[in-house]
């Protein structure tokens, strides 16, 4: 009997802010969180995606160019609209998600959630929008927050959505 193979997610990890080193093995950490997330993406090819591990000033900058908003914010998701596989890799590149670390860090400290824990749950959150998942009603925002939180309990890292 032969067995089928799955499809491969390939997250890169970029760091450009060195404190982002309070995060062990965040490379290994990305590997992880793409091998999670992969049968939530439900694609049949292999994918690809960047995270980008970077500053409250970088998020900022990017924030106001492409969203209008001249603040920093916690994650922010670039798809990609090219919906062809790489004809070198043959990957189809999802896109790019950026995570400040001062904000994780503050929101982390303000739930009492470790910092890796709450970078987690952000690259997970960055990586359902590349996978074209949102939150801009009840409905949608409901299914986004039940996939998140089925992923993370993989992790053993609780509902970040319970209100004590």
């Known amino acids: 009997m032969t067995g089928t193979s799955s ?4 997250l890169n990890c970029v760091i450009e802010d060195a404190r982002w080193s309070a995060v062990p093995d965040a490379n290994q950490l990305c590997t992880r969180i793409a091998g999670a997330c992969l049968p939530t993406i439900n694609h049949d090819t292999a994918i ?3 995270v980008l591990l970077t500053d409250d000033a970088h998020i900022q900058d990017l924030n106001a160019r492409f969203r209008d908003q001249n603040k920093p914010t916690n994650v922010l998701s670039f798809p990609n609209d090219d919906e ?4 070198e890799t043959g990957a189809l590149y999802l896109g790019d998600i950026a ?3 001062e904000t994780v860090l503050r929101e982390a400290t303000e739930t009492d959630k470790s910092l890796q824990d709450h970078l987690t749950h952000m690259i997970i959150h960055g ?3 590349l996978a074209g998942f949102d939150h801009e009603d009840d409905a949608e925002a409901e299914e986004m927050e039940s996939l998140e939180t089925d ?3 993989g992790f053993g890292i ?3 959505y319970t209100h004590i």
């Open 7 to 10: 499809p491969e997610f390939a």
């Open 48 to 50: 690809a995606a960047t």
């Open 151 to 153: 992923i993370l309990t």
């Open 158 to 160: 609780s509902d970040p």
């Open 127 to 129: 990586i359902l929008h």
């Open 99 to 101: 995570v400040s670390y």
């Open 84 to 87: 062809e596989p790489d004809p």
